[in-house]
């Protein structure tokens, strides 16, 4: 298998990136990984991988660089602060992938200034979680040029199950935007169903049960409620406070565009107020034991 255009760097190795890059080493990439912590930096070298000492290595040698950063202010930062290296690259079509889940308006502008250096750059968040991550069983939503997702089309097949190129730049943040507004109102509503269950004598065991058998299902129900909420686990790996930007977003998103979507407006006033009882750092599955009218520490 040749080495070439098989380089790919990964930067952001929280619970997401880490297991990207595991990903890609079990396909044969040569993975260089970068993150603030060096412990998470010197973890993909001992998968097999190598430490980056700094970003701008990785902007240097990697062929693809895969982003799994907190928002749209860090990928802005992260490529601004390598603009030179990256520069330096004419003649190879180096693609940034980012599977950050970002904003339409900042992936569309960093598009096209990179695109003028002759660097690609897809916006592609992901869905699946820190297990799909791990297992390269992410469903991935791309927006970006035919031509640029072809080429990283390896790259995302290693890391991806399923993958859906849904448009320009910025249509990736779009669907995942969407996507996560979804999830967020599921987790209330299942929750509230389960409640109003188990308040006439139901068994929300029972109940969800007949939910997940009938047309009230949904990926929550049929995924997070069994294994993280009933379960009193509350370990997904997909923060509160990742959840409330995502709905703020989707809220903004809303706002610029003109759409009036009056049940995501209570939706996000939901779970703004939720700051009250959940910290940012708690797991965002611990929304569906308050919205069942459980305490946090249940």
Do not use: C, Y
């Amino acid at each position: 298998m040749s080495e070439v255009g098989r380089t790919v760097g990964v930067v952001g190795l929280g619970s997401m990136g880490f297991g990207m890059a595991k990903s890609l080493i079990e396909k044969e990439f040569q993975v260089i990984g970068f993150d603030l912590s060096p412990e998470r930096s010197q973890a993909v070298a001992a998968l097999g991988g190598r430490a980056a000492p700094s970003l701008g290595d990785v902007f240097a040698a990697a062929d693809f660089i895969v982003f799994s950063l907190p928002t749209a202010r860090d990928v802005e930062s992260v490529v601004s602060a390598n603009l030179d290296a990256l520069g330096k690259r004419r003649g190879t079509r180096v693609v940034i992938i980012d599977t950050s889940t970002s904003e339409p308006a900042v992936s569309r502008a960093l598009a096209a200034k990179l695109d003028g250096l002759g660097i690609g750059f897809l916006d592609a968040p992901v869905s699946g979680g820190p297990s799909g991550a791990a297992t390269g069983k992410l469903a991935i939503m791309i927006g970006g040029s035919p031509e640029d997702v072809a080429l990283a089309r390896p790259v995302i097949e290693a890391m991806a199950a399923k993958i859906l190129h849904v448009g320009a730049s910025g249509a990736g943040n779009i669907a995942k935007l969407v996507n996560n507004l979804l999830v967020a109102a599921h987790m209330l509503t299942t929750a509230e169903g389960l409640k109003l269950a188990a308040a006439a004598g139901l068994d929300p065991e029972a109940a969800l049960g007949v939910l997940n058998a009938a047309s009230g299902k949904s990926f929550l129900s049929e995924v997070h409620f069994p294994t993280w909420i009933l379960s009193d686990r509350f370990d997904s790996g997909f923060s509160m406070g990742l959840m409330r930007k995502d709905v703020r977003l989707a809220r903004e998103l809303a706002d610029q565009v003109g759409a009036k979507l009056p049940v995501t407006e209570f939706v996000g006033e939901l779970w703004a107020a939720s700051k009250e009882r959940l910290a940012d750092s708690d797991d965002f599955t611990r929304m569906g034991a308050v919205a069942e009218g459980k305490p946090k520490d249940a």
